[in-house]
């Protein structure tokens, strides 16, 4: 294969960085080094509810448009009305369905060209889990299909969305005088380290999404486009919001500080610094207060257990821990 092409491209575009009028921009006194959310576009999956909520909220508040996609069209089409429809916009989408994601990007390409405000990001955070153990007790080992839709949606998806928005996010302008084009924020999650019973597959999916940061990053690093990736331990959002008190006690006992559930706001902040800060690049930041999740044992082992296998919205939100 000859990779000249890959290079002669790259080339041209550093060449043509001498156009780039975006004047540096900086919230932390330096020259350099700050990726503006203002007049760029981000690209949200999963966007109409939790973490990706709060991204998307965040994202608006400091100036920047948001793409939202997501299947929950409720949740999402309030959030726009939330937000205003100059600063967001839905697009119903699976990201498990490759047609579906061309769609939603196609749209997304359409409104940037509308609005002037180029692409600056993309934040795949849409997921979601249906825990199963490898092998029941009645020894029948997991279905492919529950593998499957795991991994359709969190790695799949992840990818697919990625690779869809990156030929429009790799010809953005590039911005300040390191001429960025934009970053990737992946999600991954505690589970993608210490994964737990019934977490064999939502542990494979975010591992496998912890893996890619840093070959992405080199991948894209002549794009001038980062990639980072945030791990978050328990979080309140939907899926969380299905578990007893009995169980969000037992998971406290693994938590150092603080000793509760991470709020929607504490990622979304991390994310906005993530985008701000140019020297984060090919890494998985964990976001967990220290939180470390044993190996449970007896009781608590099936409580926990139970409620992964039962949890109410089973098969539209995540695991209801992480
Ligand atoms: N909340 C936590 O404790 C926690 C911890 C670690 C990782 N995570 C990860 O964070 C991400 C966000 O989760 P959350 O806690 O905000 O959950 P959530 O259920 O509140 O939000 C997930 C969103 O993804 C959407 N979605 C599900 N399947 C989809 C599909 N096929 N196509 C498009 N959208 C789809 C849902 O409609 C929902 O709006 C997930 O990837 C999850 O695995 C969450």
């Not at 080339?11 to 330096?30: C, E, I, Q, V, W």
Request: glycine share 10%; net charge positive; hydrophobic share 45%.
């Amino acid at each position: 294969m000859d990779p000249t092409p890959v290079y002669s491209v790259v080339n041209r575009r550093r060449l043509s960085n001498s156009d780039d009028t975006a004047k540096p921009h900086s919230t932390f006194g330096m020259s350099g080094g700050v990726m503006k959310i203002a007049g760029r576009t981000f690209v949200v999956s999963g966007g109409a509810s939790g973490l990706g909520r709060a991204t998307a909220r965040d994202i608006v508040k400091a100036g920047g448009n948001v793409a939202i996609l997501d299947m929950n069209a409720d949740l999402g089409d309030a959030l726009v009305t939330e937000l205003g429809a100059s600063s967001a916009k839905f697009w119903s989408c699976d990201v498990a369905d490759t047609d579906s994601i061309a769609a939603a990007v196609q749209g997304a390409v359409s409104w940037v060209a509308a609005t002037g405000k180029p692409f600056g990001g993309i934040i795949p955070a849409a997921g979601v889990g249906r825990p199963g153990l490898i092998l029941d007790r009645h020894n029948n080992p997991l279905s492919l299909s529950s593998i499957d839709f795991v991994m359709n949606i969190n790695l799949r998806g992840t990818l697919d969305l990625i690779r869809q928005v990156l030929p429009h996010l790799a010809t953005s302008p590039p911005s300040g005088p390191d001429n960025e084009r934009g970053v990737i924020i992946m999600v991954a999650s505690a589970a993608a380290f210490e994964g737990q019973m019934g977490q064999v597959v939502y542990a494979a999916s975010k591992g496998a999404v912890a893996s890619m940061t840093l070959p992405m990053a080199r991948d894209l690093s002549r794009f001038g486009i980062r990639v980072v990736t945030i791990a978050p331990s328990m979080f309140d959002s939907a899926m969380t919001a299905v578990m007893s008190d009995k169980v969000k006690v037992g998971l406290k006992k693994a938590m150092e500080f603080p000793p509760r559930a991470g709020k929607p706001e504490e990622f979304s902040s991390l994310v906005t610094q993530v985008i701000e800060n140019i020297m984060l690049n090919g890494v998985v930041i964990r976001l967990d207060g220290a939180t470390r999740m044993p190996t449970l044992r007896g009781r608590q082992a099936r409580v926990l257990t139970y409620a992964q296998l039962f949890p109410k919205a089973r098969h539209f939100s995540t695991l209801p821990f992480p």
